[in-house]
């Protein structure tokens, strides 16, 4: 789906209510979600939870099928299917829900480049280690992505996602990266978000943005997630202020009782 056409559906479904059975679709989280996957579907339940939305969770093998990005995670509002972080942001925002109505421009412009820095390093990182490194590619990342399917799809599904993530990853360099040399990107991301954060709650001042719900579904995935190697957990952990962030984020909206 376009731009254009994600800024009509926003339009449209601006004046309706939000309503009582929204959900949002990923793929079965034990047995078939992977890393790059994982961390996008909490950032976008995190964000909900911020706005005090409800929705419900719904689990589906074919999720990224059905998914008019074909990605996930996406979430059904009424008629409306709107897929990925950025975009279901911006339809929230059209029902009148935002986490920035107080930010100055400024703030704004600086929270924006931090999520960018996030989508650009983060994002691109957890594809190349769920996809281009060997170990975790055919003992974690294939055999998930393939889990639902029978055979010869449970080979050839997975063997074209590698692919298609190699491809876009050669596009912008990042392929041909050694693992310390994306472990030491994933450190220069860290740092700049432990030196915003500071001992403060929350990067901008004292309640959450789409900043910390996106730093949340990266971080916290890779602190849960157990993998060959353990690189990115490693890396994080040296941070403790972003480590104890993830745990103030997860007791304050994920342990009290949210229905999804």
């Not at 339009?11 to 996008?40: C, H, K, R, S």
């Not at 972080?85 to 829900?97: A, D, I, L, M, R």
């Not at 050694?178 to 978000?193: D, F, G, P």
Request: with cysteine; aromatic share 12%; charged share 25%.
């Amino acid at each position: 789906m376009s731009l254009v056409e994600y800024a009509l559906q926003a339009t449209l479904g601006a004046n309706e209510p939000w309503p009582d059975d929204v959900a949002l679709f990923q793929q079965y989280q034990v047995e078939q979600i992977t890393l790059p996957d994982y961390a996008q579907v909490l950032a976008v339940e995190t964000f909900l939870h911020m706005c005090g939305l409800k929705f419900r969770v719904e689990q589906r093998t074919n999720a990224e099928e059905m998914s008019p990005s074909g990605k996930v995670p996406f979430i059904q509002v009424g008629p409306y299917l709107v897929s990925e972080f950025e975009p279901v942001v911006g339809f929230v925002n059209t029902k009148g829900f935002t986490l920035t109505k107080n930010m100055s421009e400024t703030d704004r412009s600086e929270m924006r480049a931090y999520m960018s820095m996030i989508d650009s390093i983060m994002g691109n990182a957890e594809l190349y280690m769920a996809w281009l490194n060997p170990d975790i590619a055919s003992e974690v990342t294939k055999p998930r992505y393939g889990c639902s399917y029978p055979w010869p799809l449970n080979w050839v599904l997975p063997w074209r996602k590698q692919r298609e993530v190699k491809a876009k990853l050669k596009a912008n360099d990042w392929a041909y990266k050694s693992i310390e040399e994306v472990c030491e990107e994933v450190k220069i991301c860290c740092l700049a978000l432990s030196e915003r954060l500071e001992k403060k709650s929350f990067f901008f001042g004292d309640s959450p943005t789409e900043l910390d719900a996106m730093v949340f579904g990266h971080l916290f995935t890779i602190l849960t997630t157990i993998l060959p190697g353990g690189h990115f957990t490693s890396v994080v952990k040296e941070f403790s202020n972003l480590a104890q962030f993830c745990t103030r984020i997860e007791d304050k909206y994920f342990k009290l009782g949210f229905e999804q």
